[in-house]
């Protein structure tokens, strides 16, 4: 069982940033693939981005590449989504989540993860 807490979320103007944490429970945080994903009211969750178990490989949605960066600490138990230049668009409730997808699989799907966080609200005004 591993429990998932966001933090950072807030209501920011366009153009600037935005980290969020996630704080994991457990000894085994390591052992999980984790990844952000984001709602927009009346939308369907979607991918934001993940991160392998040791840190080394990274994902991201096209919408973000190159404006957000996941990362993680696995003394900490705790995976950031570090969110630059902001737009409108980005306006969501950013969900932090684990999960043990195979060898070999893009864990780009929110059914490669089991555990979920409760969500942190990022709006961003124009």
């Known amino acids: 069982q591993v429990q998932l807490v966001e933090s950072g979320g807030g209501l920011v103007q366009t153009g600037v940033s935005l980290r969020l944490s996630c704080a994991a429970s457990?000894?085994?945080?390591?052992?999980?693939?984790m990844g952000w994903f984001r709602q927009a009211p009346g939308k369907e969750r979607e991918f934001v981005a993940a991160?392998?178990?040791?840190?080394?490989?990274?994902y991201y949605a096209d919408s973000v590449k190159g404006r957000f960066t996941i990362s993680r600490d696995n003394a900490k138990n705790t995976v950031y989504l570090q969110m630059n230049s902001l737009r409108p668009e980005d306006t969501a409730v950013y969900y932090c989540?684990?999960?043990?997808?195979?060898?070999?699989?893009?864990?780009?799907?929110?059914?490669?993860?089991?555990?979920w966080g409760q969500g942190t609200q990022v709006t961003v005004s124009s």
């Open positions: 989540a684990a999960g043990t997808p195979g060898l070999g699989v893009q864990p780009l799907s929110l059914y490669d993860y089991r555990y």
């Open positions: 457990g000894r085994t945080f390591s052992s999980y693939v």
């Open positions: 991160i392998s178990r040791s840190g080394g490989r990274t």
